[in-house]
């Protein structure tokens, strides 16, 4: 081993180092997509070739000092200028480590400081999801469409059914989905409740001009509604239906509710003043029961158990015999 070749290696490591430690200053504009998940990458590796060097300078001045033929005279005095140079290219280094360790640390420091801050805007966040959990809202959906769609409502039903609509049809149109959660109704020995629009009201009629389509459109979706609870009901399943009968559209029910086993509630405003769309582009918010008693008589849920309670309950309601109108 030469001190030649000792001091060809260390400069090659201190210039890749000091290649290296510009790359960082540069980092944000050249690396500014990739290694996103270690940012400290650069630091790791400017001291891991730091602390090589300087190992590497160490073993070298041990294996010199144990030499028989060199003493420590002769180091100074015959390789004064070489142990000098690498005296001062070790200090360099020394230097440099002493300083990317303080930037180093101190952008931990700054990492630390931002993750405590998101962690208490989490735990914040969470807290207030947790209260809204608690009075039984649960989550949403921007569209009905686009998140928990009928078909997968009526998959979800498994031992009871409550609904107030227009005529049902987005869940009668899934007719395999719409028979079998009957049939699941039916075998946990739950009525099934439908609280529906009578296919002569006035209220349809206007519907139709409002959205500028035929003066039987809305009828007609109501009535195959109908028509197929009343197969269903022919064959013995238990099923109720009452109508409502209103002569304008602001009478007709606010909300389009479907309680599922007596637990969850989907909840939509039934937007009529708007022509361009049947409601799966509306939100939908879903309501849940919540686990203790006294929260649930306070919770949105159990309020709008209480609305569909009163809506079925309202004597104006026509109880449907399964034979008119179709």
């Known amino acids: 081993m030469s001190m030649n070749s000792i001091l060809s290696g260390i400069f090659i490591n201190i210039v890749s180092a000091i290649l290296i430690s510009v790359l960082i200053y540069f980092r944000k504009a ?4 990739i290694f996103k998940e270690n940012k400290n990458w ?3 590796a400017i001291i891991s070739v730091f602390i090589y060097n300087i190992i590497f300078l160490l073993i070298y001045l041990v294996f010199f000092l144990f030499e028989e033929t060199y003493t420590i005279e002769s180091l100074f005095h015959i390789n004064q200028n070489r142990f000098l140079t690498l005296v001062f290219l070790t200090l360099v280094e020394i230097i440099f480590l002493i300083f990317i360790t303080y930037k180093t640390n101190k952008k931990i420091s700054i990492l630390e400081r ?8 989490t735990n914040q966040l969470q807290n207030t999801i947790n209260k809204y959990k608690d009075f039984g809202i649960h989550d949403f959906d921007f569209s009905i469409k686009e998140g928990f769609d009928y078909k997968k409502s009526l998959k979800e039903v498994q031992s009871d059914l409550k609904f107030i609509g227009v005529g049902a049809g987005k869940l009668t149109r899934n007719v395999e989905e719409f028979t079998s959660m009957v049939h699941r109704v039916d075998n946990s020995g739950n009525e099934m409740q439908l609280v529906l629009c009578n296919p002569e009201s006035k209220s349809l009629e206007l519907l139709n001009l409002r959205a500028g389509l035929q003066n039987d459109t809305y009828k007609s979706k ?3 509604s109908l028509r197929l609870i009343a197969s269903l009901k022919k064959k013995g399943l238990k099923i109720r239906v009452r109508l409502y009968n209103f002569n304008t559209i602001e009478e007709m029910p606010v909300f389009r509710v479907m309680l599922i086993n ?3 509630c989907l909840l939509a405003y039934s937007h009529f003043n708007d022509p361009r769309h049947e409601g799966e582009e509306l939100p939908q918010l879903h309501l849940k029961k919540p686990e203790n008693v ?8 159990k309020g709008f158990q ?8 309202d004597a104006n309601l026509e109880e449907w015999n399964y034979k008119d109108y179709i």
């Open 30 to 33: 050249i690396f500014k997509n």
């Open 42 to 44: 650069f630091s790791i």
């Open 114 to 121: 931002k993750l405590i801050s998101h962690t208490e805007k």
């Open 222 to 224: 109501v009535v195959t």
């Open 262 to 264: 007596s637990e969850y």
């Open 294 to 301: 006294d929260q649930n008589n306070l919770s949105i849920f």
């Open 306 to 313: 209480k609305y569909f309670e009163q809506t079925w309950n």
